[in-house]
């Protein structure tokens, strides 16, 4: 009987210990049975590049659009996603069709939606952001993360952990992408205390990820109307060609463009009431949504609550200039 029950002890233990080492050797996308499925819809938008569109409506919190790259020696993502789960499944899409190229991440802004799915890429793997940017994800990405947490549910954000970028970026900076220059434009107080956006000269291409409102209407919490006005007034000088985002061109560039006409008339709304001499908090229940801006990725009640919370902040700002 002891023999018996020793082989079968050693049996186990072999078995457990190939399991293991099977798991180990597996690549980190591919142990992922425990995420909910997750249809990825990349869009070749250009030579050796391509989006996951914007998408509001997404299930899986994966709302704001992630660009790759695919270079001669590495591959380039910007703003990965929101959870490790949504990165394993870009991960697992990178790696069928360019097992060996190494990746490098490129985070934009301190927003849960863009930067949560370094988790899901082995520790040491570069990872850009502008300095400033780097310090709000320290600050804010435990409250975020919470809040992912209570929002989409543990199945989507398990193992979802918070990693901080490790390489720094530069206002002007040129990286090589997919065979062109982008340079790196930085931005504050516009849509987040430090938001970089990506330029193409040539081809006269603009990545703005979060400078855009994609479901249409602007949030400003973390952001002053001015300095957002500011950086579209900047890119629009520039006269991009092409802006990436949403599912096509001309969608991108009505979402830019009502971004731009919304803040402005944001500003108008409150400096008329300024000129009257009326309080915002009087004023509030009937200043409503600029009429031309289509806002169909939104419920009326949400819309107007987002829209009076930028009044709101907005007229807080105002009078702290004067003050």
Known sequence: MLPLLSFLKWLSSGLLLCLTLCLLGMPTWAISATCPTLALE??????????KPADPHAASGWREPTVVWVNNHDI????????????????GWLA?????????????????????????????????ALAETKTEMAWRCPDCLATLRRTLGEAWTQGTEIILPNR?????????LGGLPWEVMAHTQAHTESHLSLWQPTQ??????GLVAWDGLPDGT???????????????QRQPQHIWGAADTRLSLHRWLDTRWYWQAVMQQLQDLQAQGQ??????????IPPHLSTPDLSPERATARHQQNLLREWQHL????F
Do not use: F
Request: aromatic letters at 6%; glycine letters at 4%; proline letters at 10%.
């Open 42 to 51: 990349m869009k070749a938008v250009a030579p050796r590049v391509w989006l």
């Open 76 to 91: 380039w993502v910007l703003d990965p996603g929101p959870h490790r789960c949504a990165g394993l499944a870009l991960r």
């Open 96 to 128: 069928r069709r360019w097992p060996d190229l190494p990746q490098r991440l490129i985070n934009s802004h301190a927003h849960p939606e863009n930067v949560l799915a370094n988790a899901a890429w082995p520790l040491g793997t570069p990872i850009y």
């Open 168 to 176: 720094v970026l530069q206002a002007g900076q040129v990286l090589h």
């Open 204 to 209: 006269r291409i603009w990545i703005p990820v």
């Open 222 to 236: 973390r952001s002053h109307a001015k300095a957002w006005q500011a950086a579209l007034q900047d890119m629009a």
């Open 279 to 288: 309080s915002v908090l009087e004023a509030l229940p009937r200043l409503s």
């Open 319 to 322: 009078e702290n200039e004067d």
